[in-house]
């Protein structure tokens, strides 16, 4: 069972990712954009950066990218796909979540170890994790702000505090189905404790044990 | 032609940088400015001779890249003097 992370030109957490994953003995390869088969693959990480430049809108451009065929083709039929800040907005583009992006309510670049909480384990990201627990994770994002006017997100992770306006305090939100989820802080840089926290372990091993073969 | 794309946030999703531009006009004294919103223009220079299929073409854009339907909602203007 192997994850696919994909890469965009302008992400920069995509070798973070596939470290993390093997670390925790999952397998996981990078692919390109513009790569159109992705069968060797049992779900997809869509990691975080500026793809694009971030030009136009967070995710605008990416979202049109070749593989995004291939990563909606993948969430209908029920593999777990993640995106990680600027995979979230991605996935927001795409329409394969809900709502949108915008700045933080401070206009502030936010960098630093954020609390979040774990409200809902009916999710890829979360399905290892118990209720009511607590994790520190890097945040590191200037549109990390989500809004749902639709009010269908369903909220997996929640900020203890309110770093950004996101809705609902929303920091990671899923699907209905619970296989497509977005998170703005970054698990992969909570997982070993010389990195200042391990507490993201607990979601990429959710993630990996959804894997099952396609 | 030219074609003019104005892409606004809708009022009822927030607009973070216009409330901070409106702050600082009014730190200088220019209580007057009740609201600021920062939207977007977008100035494309369009091939084609036929105003209803460049706005259609246009629309199209706006559609599927230029504007985000959840947040905002655009207008166009197509300039046929310039074409």
């Known amino acids: 069972m192997k994850a696919a992370v994909v ?20 397998e996981a390869d990078l692919v390109w954009h513009r790569d159109t088969d ?17 030009a136009l809108r967070t995710g605008a451009i990416a979202r049109f990218s070749p593989a995004m065929g291939e990563v909606a083709r993948m969430a209908a039929g029920g593999a777990p796909v993640l995106g990680i800040c600027n995979g979230w907005q991605m996935l927001c583009e795409a329409g394969l979540l809900p709502g949108a992006h ?45 809004v749902d006017p639709s009010g269908t997100g369903r909220v997996v992770l929640r900020y203890v505090g309110d770093p950004n306006g996101s809705q609902e305090r929303a920091a990671a939100i899923t699907n ?20 200042g926290s391990s507490d993201g372990q607990v979601l990429l091993e959710s993630f990996l044990h959804s894997l099952v073969p396609a | 032609m030219k074609v003019t794309i104005t892409i606004d946030r ?53 559609r599927q890249l230029l504007a985000n339907p959840v947040l905002e909602d655009f207008a166009i203007e197509v300039d046929t003097e310039t074409r």
Not at chain 1, 47 to 52: K, L, T
Not at chain 1, 179 to 195: K, Q, S, W, Y
Not at chain 2, 14 to 20: S, Y
Not at chain 2, 25 to 35: C, I, P, R, V, Y
């Open chain 1, 38 to 54: 992705l069968s060797d693959f049992d779900g997809v990480v869509l990691p975080g950066g500026f793809a694009h430049g971030d």
């Open chain 2, 10 to 62: 809708r009022p009822e999703i927030a607009d973070p940088e216009g409330t901070t531009v409106k702050r600082a006009l009014h730190d200088l004294g220019f209580t007057e400015a009740a609201s600021v919103r920062m939207d977007r223009v977008i100035h494309l220079e369009v091939e084609g001779d036929d105003p209803d299929q460049v706005r259609g073409r246009v629309e199209e854009m706006c």
């Open chain 1, 102 to 146: 915008i700045a933080n309510r401070d206009l502030s670049f936010i960098c630093r170890f954020e609390e979040v909480e774990v409200v809902d384990t009916n999710s890829v990201l979360t399905r290892a994790a118990t209720p009511g627990q607590r994790l520190r994770i890097p945040l590191n994002s200037y549109e990390g702000n989500w």
């Open chain 1, 7 to 26: 890469v965009f030109p302008g992400v920069n957490c995509e070798h973070d990712v596939v470290y993390a994953l093997r670390s925790l003995g999952g």
């Open chain 1, 176 to 195: 209905e189905a619970g296989n497509v989820v977005g998170v703005m802080p970054h698990p992969e840089r909570a997982t070993d404790d010389l990195l």
